[in-house]
């Protein structure tokens, strides 16, 4: 589903609606498995939605509604969502938006309504009710507990585009709570709960529900660590990006969208690797790299936690390596535990994003040595963001940016070399390196051959990190280090050398939270 086709399908359906004298109030954007109304009558791509209906969505199921006001709710298995209220005068944009989701999960992007008067988008539950102040937002029902969750997705409060505030009062009959953070969610049980940091066992149980999307593009798991976190899903991961963006006043990369669309939930963390490989960097590096980066309640926090890495044949990028002489490694401690680390701080107001890049790394022979780096703050303009960071790290510790950059032969993209090796037996050019000239001093600064005197015994580390769904609350990351074993590590042996080369690799899914 594309831009042009949801301008074209909005148009249709507001001509359409003058003659239905207001009946007729949206549209099945997208069916996935088994969709009813309350007349038991199936309903698909396209199917028209009416004022007074009743969706009934089944296991496995899942469909995205797009009303008149361009509002779209994305319905759950298992949900039952009632349109109590719709009346919208498309000149004006004046209107009252009220569902009941008896149980189940409906992910909502607010439309004209709520912009042009934002408390008249209401959602009822069995349990409570709560008011929106134009916004992005998840909410669940369970009729078995008589529990409710709210997650809000929107911006926060002071934003810089002029949305908006994602506002959302929660409240039990009695009590209110305020969430007023992305990423933080509240309860209702008995009464209704503080606002408080959404955990990712929620967002998994949240995103589960709606991970039957006819692209199968949103329930990747890391199965390689037994993650059980889905990336946060829509019945069509492109518009919703292309929703969002719009939002944001963002670009939309679909290229990335496309690349991510083709993770599964049995994506393991190879297919994770070379799907995060075949993206490519869409930041801008401009004169304020040097930025301080400024943290507040719009930023949002994604850290993955320490994750493993792994000796790796065949890299994610379709490169040749070595692994170690009869399979034990010349350079990384086999026995030792080799981990990555990052904190990516994002602010989609700002248009920022840096990041705290962190390594436990242990050598052949050597003790661990941790390892840290703060990237300069730069701006991001486009949605899936995906960003990139190389660097050289000393034996003993440091961290150096001298690494590889582009001569400007295309060689890499610009300050992002993935590897050490440039295609089969051939090096990165010996240009590419800030402080050393010559092939030679490129291959001592990445060589561990205890033999070889002029052994620099650096390690080459390259990460990167890309945020997933339209929410920008779901991210992947992944880690890569390299280094080398030649005894000679001369030019005319540069086949060798590169044949020498081992490649440590790891990926994880990485789920956003609002900074406290």
């Known amino acids: ?117 934002p408390k008249n988008l209401k959602v009822k539950m069995p349990n409570g009710s709560l008011g929106v102040r134009g916004t992005e937002f998840l909410v669940s029902s369970n009729s078995d507990n008589n529990e409710s969750t709210v997650v809000l997705l929107g911006p926060g409060p002071e934003n810089t585009l002029g949305m908006i505030p994602g506002n959302i009062q929660l409240t039990d009959g009695l009590n209110t709570t305020e969430i007023t953070n992305p990423g933080f969610q509240a309860m209702i049980t008995n009464v209704v709960s503080l606002s408080s940091p959404t955990n990712a066992e929620v967002i998994s149980q949240m995103s589960s529900s ?119 490694s010349e350079i990384f401690d086999t026995a030792a535990t080799q981990q990555g680390r990052a904190k990516v701080y994002v602010n989609f107001n700002k248009k920022e994003i840096s990041a705290d890049v962190l390594s436990k790394i242990t050598l052949k022979g050597a003790s661990t040595v ?72 490129l291959m001592d600064k990445y060589n561990h051959d205890t033999s070889n005197s002029d052994a620099a015994k650096e390690v080459f580390q390259y990460g990167k990190f890309t945020t997933v769904d339209g929410s920008g609350l779901t991210g992947l990351g992944t880690f890569v280090f390299e280094g080398a074993h030649d005894a000679a590590a001369s030019p005319a042996g540069e086949a060798a050398y590169v044949q020498s080369i081992e490649r440590l690799e790891g990926s994880t899914v990485v789920i956003g939270k609002a900074l406290e």
């Open 210 to 328: 709606m991970s039957h999307s006819v692209l199968n593009s949103s329930s990747i798991i890391d199965s390689s660590k037994n993650l059980t976190t889905n990336l946060i899903n829509s019945a069509d991961l492109k518009n919703n990006i292309i929703v969002t963006a719009e939002k944001f006043d963002l670009k939309s990369d679909e290229g990335a969208s496309e690349i991510l669309s083709s993770l599964s939930s049995e994506s393991d963390a190879k297919e994770i690797s070379v799907a995060m490989n075949q993206l490519q960097e869409n930041i801008i590096v401009t004169d304020n790299e040097n930025y301080v980066r400024t943290l507040d309640q719009d930023t949002i926090l994604y850290d993955s936690g320490w994750f493993d890495l792994s000796p790796v044949e065949t890299g994610s990028n379709g490169l040749t390596y070595s692994l170690g002489s009869e399979g034990v």
């Open 370 to 441: 941790e390892y840290s780096f703060t990237t300069p703050t730069v701006t991001l303009t486009t949605i899936p963001v995906v960003a990139s960071v190389p660097m050289a790290m000393g034996s003993t510790g440091g961290t150096f940016i001298d690494t590889l950059i582009d001569s400007g032969g295309g060689e890499c993209p610009a300050d992002s070399c993935t590897s050490l090796v440039r295609v089969a037996n051939t090096l990165q050019s010996s240009s590419l390196t800030v402080n050393s000239g010559t092939t030679e001093q």
């Open 1 to 117: 589903m594309n831009k042009n086709f949801l301008t074209t399908l909005f148009f249709l359906i507001i001509l359409t609606s003058k003659s239905l004298a207001g009946e007729f109030i949206g549209v099945i954007g997208a069916a996935v498995g088994e969709i009813n109304n309350q007349k038991n009558e199936k309903l698909s791509n396209g199917s028209k939605i009416y004022y007074g209906d009743t969706i009934k969505v089944k296991t496995n199921s899942n469909a995205q509604i797009l009303f008149l006001d361009e509002t779209v709710m994305t319905v759950g298995e298992n949900t039952d969502l009632t349109i109590d209220d719709f009346i919208y005068d498309p000149k004006t944009n004046n209107g009252n938006f009220v569902t009941s989701i008896k149980s189940g999960i409906v992910k909502t992007i607010s439309g004209k309504i709520s912009e042009k008067n």
